[in-house]
């Protein structure tokens, strides 16, 4: 049976390659001080970002547009269950 990756049976190719005998420590990070980490970073969040599918204008007015509807009405959901707690609390004790 064959999957996605390759076969069940038998391992990846990449996994029969033969493993150097010097591996390096620390991979990239290795050599780099800190300011080359944090150039490293930036680089690879610039790179991430690039990636990102940003929404249409006509998108992001729908979705800000249900947002502010649905805090609208939880605001008003939570308003009149707070007022009814405060009637109860009323009637009980008051």
Known sequence: MTDAVGSIDMPD????????KKSRKGG????KGPLGRLALF??????ELRKVVWPTR???T????????????????VTVIDYGFQEAVKYVFG
């Open 28 to 31: 990239k990070r290795g050599k």
């Open 13 to 20: 190719a990449e996994d029969e390659a033969p493993q150097s």
């Open 42 to 47: 930036y680089r690879q969040v610039i790179a």
């Open 62 to 77: 729908t979705y800000t547009t249900v947002v502010i509807v649905f805090v609208v009405v939880m605001i008003g959901l």
């Open 58 to 60: 006509n998108q992001l």
